[in-house]
C-alpha cells in the first residue's frame, strides 16, 4: 500500500474470502495492509496465542489452499510461503489491533471491521431482497391463479338449453 494515512475500501474488501462458512483474511494480506512481514505478524500472534482461540483463526487445509489459490490466481513456484496460511476470522482480525500497535494498525484496523460490517449489510440487503421477491412470487401467483381459473372456466362447455326447432314439423304442426 502507498499511502499509509487511508486504506482503500476495494482493497480490503478484495481481501475478504469465506471458507468453512465464515468470513476471514488470510495473515499474508493483513501483514501486507498493516505495513509488516508476515512473520512478524505471526510472532506477535504466537507471543499472544491466549487471545487467539481456535475459533479467531485456523490454519488453511491443502484443499483450501489450492481453492484460493486458483480464486486470486497466485504462483505455486519456488520461493514465498513455505507453510499453509493462516485464516483470522472477524473476531481474530479484531484481536490483532490488540497485539500489533502501531498507528497504522489502528487505521488498518478501523477500515477492515468496517469492511466486515458492510460485507454483513450486503448480505441483509440480499437476504431482504430474497424475501421481497418471495412475497410478490407468492402475491403474483395468487393473480395468476385467478386468471387460470377464469381461462379454465371459459373453456368448459356450457351447458346447452333446449333450443326451440326452427323449421316444419312432419306431423303438419306448425307450431
Given amino acids: 500500500m502507498t499511502d499509509d494515512t487511508s486504506v482503500q475500501v476495494q482493497l480490503v474488501e478484495s481481501r475478504i474470502f469465506t471458507l468453512r462458512g ?20 505471526l510472532q506477535a500472534v504466537k507471543r499472544n496465542a491466549d487471545r487467539f ?11 483450501e489452499v489450492a481453492r484460493l489459490r486458483s480464486q486470486i490466481v497466485t504462483s505455486k ?4 510461503r513455505r507453510t499453509h496460511p493462516i485464516a483470522f476470522t ?3 482480525v479484531a484481536m490483532l489491533s490488540s497485539v500489533l500497535r502501531s498507528d497504522r494498525a489502528i487505521r488498518v484496523n478501523v477500515e477492515i471491521m468496517r469492511a466486515f460490517v458492510r460485507m454483513r449489510q450486503m ?27 377464469a381461462i379454465r372456466d371459459l373453456m368448459k362447455p356450457t351447458p346447452q338449453e333446449p333450443r326451440p ?11
Fill in 22 to 41: 465464515q468470513r476471514v483474511m488470510l495473515d499474508s494480506d493483513l501483514a501486507d495492509l498493516y505495513g509488516v512481514e508476515t512473520k512478524v505478524l
Fill in 123 to 149: 448480505v441483509g440487503m440480499v437476504s431482504d431482497l430474497a424475501l421481497r421477491l418471495e412475497d410478490l412470487e407468492e402475491q403474483y401467483d395468487e393473480q395468476f391463479r385467478v386468471v387460470f381459473q
Fill in 90 to 92: 472477524e473476531q481474530g
Fill in 165 to 175: 326447432a326452427i323449421g316444419f314439423r312432419k306431423d303438419g304442426d306448425h307450431g
Fill in 77 to 80: 513456484g519456488r520461493g514465498g
Fill in 53 to 63: 482461540p481456535d475459533d479467531f483463526m485456523f490454519l488453511l487445509s491443502e484443499q
